[in-house]
T-cell receptor
Framework: GQQLNQSPQSMFIQEGEDVSMNCTSS?????WLWYKQDPGEGPVLLIA?????ELTSNGRLTAQFGITRKDSFLNISASIPSDVGIYFC????????????FGAGTRLAVHP | GAGVSQSPSNKVTEKGKDVELRCDPI?????LYWYRQSLGQGLEFLIY????????KSGLPSDRFSAERTGGSVSTLTIQRTQQEDSAVYLC??????????FGPGTRLTVT
């Protein structure tokens, strides 16, 4: 089945630093999404990308849908302690009933 | 308004027993998804419901897994003769067709 390769697996950074994570796929997706999951909770959507090349921001978060439609990245600027959590990329295929294919996640720790 | 709710939040069962996991979607959401999240992994698609029918069951790992949805609302995921490898967090999501999926907090299943 389809797989997403997400990296890095984990990051430990200082408060105020910028963070970057990315996902690559062997399949072409028509939508890329980025989620954040806090302990004991389900994932919450951060950013959705619908067109190749699209660059979208949500506050301190910026994400891009790669031109090849096989990759995406997420940047977090000026990290704060509440950014701690697990970040997942997910892709949707055309005609796939909108089911999500997830990466394995990037675990972010922020040191004050 | 109320989000997606799941019950129980935690379930510990002995190997070989059957378990039922429940999902209450957001009112009016006709699409419902079940995902499984193993420790340290991303979410893995199990099954998709549109109304009461399941046009995509491709993610169910074996015939011990089944799911149903009644009244276009509540869904139940049943695992028969549980095995230790079934231990995971089972997440439910609902959406208006073609729109953002909202996740519940999940049911943590432990098979001893």
């Amino acid at each position: 089945g389809q797989q997403l390769n997400q990296s890095p697996q984990s990051m430990f950074i200082q408060e105020g630093e910028d963070v970057s994570m990315n996902c690559t796929s062997s399949s072409i997706f028509n939508t890329w999404l980025w989620y954040k999951q806090d302990p004991g909770e389900g994932p919450v959507l951060l950013i959705a990308l619908y067109k190749a090349g699209e660059l979208t921001s949500n506050g301190r978060l910026t994400a891009q849908f790669g031109i090849t439609r096989k990759d995406s990245f997420l940047n977090i600027s000026a990290s704060i302690p509440s950014d701690v959590g697990i970040y997942f990329c997910a892709g949707q295929l055309t005609g796939g009933y909108n089911k999500l294919i997830f990466g394995a996640g990037t675990r972010l720790a922020v040191h004050p | 308004g109320a989000g997606v709710s799941q019950s129980p939040s935690n379930k510990v069962t002995e190997k070989g027993k059957d378990v039922e996991l429940r999902c209450d979607p957001i009112s009016g959401h006709t699409a419902l998804y079940w995902y499984r999240q193993s420790l340290g992994q991303g979410l893995e698609f199990l099954i998709y419901f549109q109304g009461n029918s399941a046009p995509d069951k491709s993610g169910l790992p074996s015939d011990r897994f089944s799911a149903e949805r009644t009244g276009g609302s509540v869904s139940t995921l049943t695992i028969q003769r549980t095995q230790q490898e079934d231990s995971a967090v089972y997440l439910c999501a609902s959406s208006i067709v073609g729109s953002e999926q909202y996740f519940g907090p999940g049911t943590r299943l432990t098979v001893t």
